[in-house]
């Protein structure tokens, strides 16, 4: 019997937690994120040039994401699809011809289209890059604000750098929860 309340008290107690979780979370954590190599990434919450959404992605500790692999673009394709025009952090803007990544890392990956890079002259040269031009995943530069169109970019945070806030609360609350369920089980005995 005081094995079924205990099970009893920890089910409740679970339920508490899961919703506390949820609604601490709700006001916290981005649309849909999702997680690859210590590394978050999630869309830009609006349409615009390059250099607006790369200062979105500085406002979350982070950067236009950095391609470095064929796994890291698969990962990408996989999360955010294979169809819409997506800035990434890749920019000749300070030399031309000469591609880096917006937070300085090492280039170990490309994967320009066909026929890309080309700085197309027509829009007065091009510096920015952007994945899914025409194939999935492959990409293409294109003027800061491309065709007075506007894009969405994709914002990559380092996790050592962001303390997630569910897992934070998740593990205070197990916390809790251990001591509550510690203490029913020192409760029955007595
Ligand atoms: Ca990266
Ligand atoms: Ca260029
Ligand atoms: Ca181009």
């Known amino acids: 019997?005081?094995?079924?309340?205990?099970?009893?008290?920890?089910?409740?107690?679970?339920?508490?937690?899961?919703?506390?979780?949820?609604?601490?979370?709700?006001?916290?954590?981005?649309?849909a994120t999702f997680n690859f190599n210590s590394h978050k990434y999630f869309l830009t919450d609006s349409f615009g040039s390059w250099t607006k959404a790369q200062t979105q992605a500085?406002?979350?500790?982070?950067?236009?994401?950095?391609?470095?692999?064929q796994a890291e673009q698969n990962f990408l394709?996989?999360?955010?699809?294979?169809?819409?025009?997506?800035?990434?952090?890749f920019s000749d803007r300070l030399i031309e011809g000469e591609f880096t990544w917006i937070n300085g890392e090492a280039v170990s990956y490309t994967n320009w289209?066909?026929?890309?890079?080309?700085?197309?002259?027509?829009?007065?040269?091009e510096d920015y890059a952007a994945m899914n031009w025409r194939k999935p995943g492959e990409w293409n530069d294109l003027p800061d604000d491309v065709w007075k169109r506007q894009l969405r970019g994709i914002i990559e945070v380092p996790l050592a750098h962001v303390p997630e806030p569910s897992t934070v609360l998740g593990t205070m609350a197990l916390g809790v929860?251990?001591?509550?369920?510690?203490?029913?089980r020192q409760g029955s005995r007595n």
């Open 58 to 69: 500085e406002k979350f500790g982070g950067y236009l994401v950095t391609i470095s692999s």
């Open 177 to 184: 929860l251990g001591i509550s369920y510690w203490r029913k």
């Open 113 to 125: 289209a066909v026929g890309e890079p080309n700085n197309e002259l027509v829009f007065g040269g």
């Open 77 to 89: 394709i996989e999360s955010f699809g294979g169809s819409e025009l997506l800035w990434i952090g």
């Open 1 to 31: 019997m005081p094995v079924k309340t205990d099970l009893i008290v920890v089910k409740s107690l679970l339920g508490s937690v899961i919703s506390l979780i949820a609604v601490m979370g709700a006001g916290v954590v981005q649309a």
